[in-house]
């Protein structure tokens, strides 16, 4: 099976154009926060930007400016802004400084020390949405997690520990392990796991040896090879033993910038509460 992300998002989308619709007065903006992005960063803002217009949300570009922590505790406190995205990296600020000073409830990425801590006592106002998207595509699609070994391949904090901790909470109960570039028997490891997850980053690096027969094969990889979009998972090989997997494109990536707009609808959400 194919898990599609397209069709995920699409069902998010639809929740957020129907309570968009049920609402009167304008909406907040959306504030992308940022210091010279890089190329890959402007083609994320742009498709953020664009399916903003398909909302109705106005998206804002923000520079950084010359104190940007100053500049975030102004975004903080205007009600006419129900979201921020901090562009990483900030080459021209200090990044820490930056999300320390970051409302938590208007930090849709789930980057504060206060989201990602609160993960752990079901406290947290967002997750890292990558890590979220993670978990929606396996719910949306009925894949139990409750009891079945996961092997989750990265420990990024937007992606592997997030992650980590969002499947071990009480009532989802999975079972997992961590592995990274230290790790030994990375293969043994995803062998035995009902359910691998890979966060790495390299190209075709999940081969069709490591996964057993049966499982589930979620792909977070982002890579370029010769101009081309591709990720961890040698999709080809592996989509031919795997229970489900998720392809690249059209997998995680989708579902993550779609949970960003559920974010910033239940910032808005909270505000007017």
């Known amino acids: 099976m194919i898990l599609d992300g397209k069709i995920v998002s699409k069902s998010?989308?639809?929740?957020?154009?129907?309570?968009?619709?049920?609402?009167?007065?304008?909406?907040?903006?959306?504030?992308?926060?940022?210091?010279?992005?890089?190329?890959?960063?402007k083609t994320y803002m742009k498709s953020i930007r664009k399916q903003g217009e398909k909302l109705g949300i106005e998206v804002i570009v923000r520079d950084s400016g010359s104190n940007p922590v100053e500049e975030i505790s102004e975004l903080n406190k205007d009600k006419s802004v129900a979201g921020i995205m901090v562009m990483h990296p900030l080459k021209n600020a200090n990044e820490k400084a930056v999300l320390a000073a970051l409302d938590p409830g208007k930090d849709l990425e789930g980057r504060t020390v206060s989201n990602l801590g609160g993960i752990i006592n079901d406290e947290e106002f967002f997750a890292p949405p990558t890590a979220e998207a993670v978990m929606e595509?396996?719910?949306?699609?009925?894949?139990?997690?409750?009891?079945?070994?996961?092997?989750?391949?990265?420990?990024?904090?937007?992606?592997?520990?997030?992650?980590?901790?969002?499947?071990?909470?009480?009532?989802?109960?999975?079972?997992?392990?961590?592995?990274?570039?230290?790790?030994?028997?990375?293969?043994?490891?995803?062998?035995?796991?009902?359910?691998?997850?890979?966060?790495?980053?390299?190209?075709?690096?999940?081969?069709r040896e490591m996964i057993r027969p049966g499982a589930v094969?979620?792909?977070?990889?982002?890579?370029?090879?010769?101009?081309?979009?591709?990720?961890?998972?040698?999709?080809?090989?592996?989509?031919?033993?795997?229970?489900?997997?998720?392809?690249?494109?059209?997998?995680?990536?989708?579902?993550?910038?779609?949970?960003?707009?559920?974010?910033?609808?239940?910032?808005?959400?909270?505000?007017?509460s």
């Open 12 to 41: 998010i989308y639809d929740e957020i154009k129907e309570k968009i619709g049920n609402r009167t007065g304008e909406l907040p903006s959306l504030v992308l926060f940022c210091d010279e992005p890089d190329p890959s960063n």
């Open 137 to 207: 595509i396996l719910d949306y699609y009925g894949i139990e997690v409750k009891g079945r070994d996961i092997t989750i391949v990265g420990r990024s904090n937007t992606v592997g520990k997030p992650l980590a901790l969002l499947l071990l909470k009480k009532g989802v109960d999975g079972t997992v392990t961590v592995c990274h570039s230290r790790s030994r028997d990375i293969s043994e490891k995803t062998f035995n796991a009902d359910i691998v997850v890979s966060a790495v980053g390299i190209a075709k690096f999940i081969e």
């Open 217 to 272: 094969v979620i792909d977070v990889g982002i890579n370029f090879v010769d101009g081309k979009l591709v990720g961890d998972v040698d999709f080809d090989e592996v989509s031919q033993i795997a229970a489900a997997i998720t392809p690249v494109p059209g997998g995680v990536g989708s579902v993550t910038t779609a949970l960003l707009f559920r974010h910033y609808y239940r910032s808005i959400e909270r505000m007017e």
